[in-house]
């Protein structure tokens, strides 16, 4: 009996482990549909018009589970707001709302977590999350200026960053935007091969 139990114990487990990476691959896959549907839209592209002519969706990493890591929210209340620097003159202010811990191949690694000050201001959104980083794809597969992830403040100490999601500053595909430049304390010594890669435009 106790096998029995055993076997049907383990047949349960693998049955969810399953149920949860099909429902991971379709939340990633839905949303990068929505981002190809998104630039291909002339009502919401980031493109040229040119670019936009010829655009065919963006092109993404193999989705990857293992890019998709559980983090220990450190907050870190007594920060002061910054100008962060950006690809034109101009510098929205910031302020570092905490860290995200993270163990990835047996190291740790930790990304700063950031929030621009006007969106507590009417219409603005408190709970978002801006998470600029680099990491050893850049100029070889991704932007050479690194990419973006969002995030939701947690009610909790345990955040998710799911590098699969992860996005290009919108002046990779047009010059009229500005972006903000990821920090150095937000570089990641590895190859993160997820997300989308580097545009080239026409």
Not at 76 to 101: L, N
């Amino acid at each position: 009996m106790k096998r029995i139990a055993f076997i049907i114990c383990i047949t349960l487990s693998l049955a969810l482990k399953s149920q949860t990476d099909v429902q991971f691959y379709s939340e990633i896959e839905a949303y990068q549909a929505e981002q190809n549907e998104k630039f291909s839209d002339p009502k919401t592209s980031l493109l040229t018009a040119r670019d936009l002519e010829h655009f065919d969706g963006l092109d993404f990493y193999p989705i990857d589970k293992n890019f998709r890591v559980e983090a220990t929210l450190v907050r870190t209340p007594d920060e002061i707001p910054f100008p962060m620097p950006t690809t034109t003159s101009w510098s929205p202010e910031y302020i570092k709302y905490g860290e995200a811990r993270f163990i990835f191949n047996d190291r740790e690694y930790t990304l700063s977590l950031f929030q621009q000050t006007d969106q507590y201001l009417e219409g603005g959104d408190p709970g978002y999350l801006f998470v600029p980083f680099t990491d050893l794809t850049n100029g070889n597969g991704t932007y050479s200026g690194g990419r973006y992830l969002d995030s939701r403040v947690p009610e909790s100490t345990t955040i998710i960053l799911d590098f699969n999601k992860a996005y290009n500053p919108y002046c990779v595909y047009n010059p009229l935007y500005t972006c903000p430049i990821p920090p150095a304390e937000n570089h990641l010594d590895i190859l993160v091969e997820a997300g989308v890669k580097d545009f080239k435009g026409s």
